[in-house]
């Protein structure tokens, strides 16, 4: 909300870098959503192992114990391997990538040339969108050229 | 003050996401050097091989009463997305076009007083016309692609003239993350219910719509339903926690 303030003086500017501050501070909170594809494969192919240990371990004692007890171990298995997933996706999340670090410059850019508001995109992509209609498509043979 | 001219209007090529991976990456590469020639004529005026004198800052300018001054233009800022930015720049993708940081840095807080350097521009030309294995490895570690760019041959900090595009960064781009973290964070605590009803219940007040789908019934947002969802997102979050 900070950055979309129309006018900045000295206190919200401090204001905006105190909460940048503290959202890096808890931004661990999500981490779990930051793992990529990747990351997302190689932690659901850890389940694999736990996975067949798990019916070994069924077979195992599949005699000894009660269907009670065998629920509960089941459910325990079950949270070990979703704990261990959880655990392999949060090793390979980060928060790197551009957009996330560009936060840090707002207020140097702020101090540099006035609001951000003024210079948002809004208003150019409609101006754009509204001469593209107007010129209309460029020619077939143009886009044919550059796809080549 | 400042306005906005239109200079030209660049084909867009049709995307196809079925071709293979290979044309893609010529398509790219090719949209890079259209843009990159584009601007060469552009701004071919103030380059360096133009104007002797614009290495001092100034440039002979003919005026309009036939007689030559020394004048200094100022290239005004522009405004792109961050791929954009690694386009005009000659730049690898996902990375900062204003600073130095390295790629792993990039999630990490970085205090006003602790900022890397800023990408010097003229620099990398020295560095890419040098063409040595020192000077290919310095680019490499700072991210920069080799090649002729036109923004290394015009006398000024170019990383200067960047300026945060609010549509791109903030409202569809850093709140629409918070907002699919949020949305996972109250789903894995199991409080949807009471999030979509908060939601839904938001009321048509100063220029609000009224919402008539949940967050997750939403397929695409745009910049204004962004702008206006981070009003209210607030309020919602703290009363269904």
């Not at chain 1, 006035?114 to 001469?131: F, P």
């Not at chain 2, 219940?201 to 702008?227: F, I």
Request: glycine share 2%; aromatic share 8%.
């Amino acid at each position: 909300m900070y950055a979309q303030y129309k006018s900045h003086d000295y206190a919200t500017l401090s204001y905006m870098e105190d909460v940048l501050r503290r959202s890096h501070k808890i931004k661990d909170v999500s981490l779990l959503r930051r793992a990529g594809k990747q990351a997302k494969a190689e932690a659901n192919a850890l389940r694999t192992e736990p996975v067949k240990m798990q019916k070994v371990d069924e077979e195992r004692n599949a005699e000894t114990w009660m269907p009670s007890k065998k629920r509960c171990k089941m459910n325990a298995w079950q949270d070990y391997i979703s704990h261990e997933i959880d655990l392999s996706k949060e090793l390979d999340a980060d928060f790197n990538f551009p957009k996330m670090h560009l936060m840090s410059h707002w207020v140097e850019q702020i101090h540099q040339y006035g609001t951000l508001q003024q210079y948002s995109a809004e208003r150019h992509e409609n101006h754009v969108k509204r001469t593209s209609r107007t010129v209309g498509t460029p020619p077939i043979t143009i886009s044919t050229t550059c796809r080549k | 003050m400042h306005s906005v001219v239109m200079v030209a209007l660049l084909p867009i090529p049709i995307k196809n996401r079925s071709i293979p991976q290979k044309w893609l990456d010529e398509q790219w590469q090719t949209n890079r050097e259209v843009l990159n020639e584009a601007l060469r004529r552009i701004l071919q005026p103030l380059t360096f091989q133009q104007n002797p004198s614009a290495e001092s800052g100034y440039y002979n300018v003919l005026c309009v009463d036939g007689s030559f001054r020394h004048c200094k233009p100022v290239l005004a800022a522009w405004l792109a997305e961050c791929p954009e930015y690694s386009d005009l720049h000659h730049l690898e993708r996902h990375v900062c076009f204003r600073c130095e940081c390295s790629k792993n840095a990039l999630g990490d807080y970085v205090p006003p007083d602790k900022q890397q350097p800023r990408r010097d521009h003229n620099q990398y030309r020295t560095l890419s016309d040098a063409n040595a294995k020192a000077a290919n490895a310095k680019l490499l570690s700072r991210h920069v692609d080799r090649g002729f760019n036109v923004f290394r041959h015009i006398p000024c900090m170019v990383s200067n003239l960047l300026k945060a595009d609010l549509v791109h960064s903030m409202q569809i781009g850093m709140l629409d993350h918070l907002q699919k973290w949020i949305f996972h964070f109250i789903k894995a605590h199991e409080r949807l219910e009471k999030y979509n009803a908060l939601w839904l219940s938001v009321p048509a007040y100063h220029d609000l719509t009224p919402k008539t789908k949940s967050y997750e019934e939403v397929s695409q947002w745009n910049g204004k339903e962004m702008k206006e969802m981070s009003r209210y997102l607030r309020g919602v979050v703290t009363q269904s926690l």
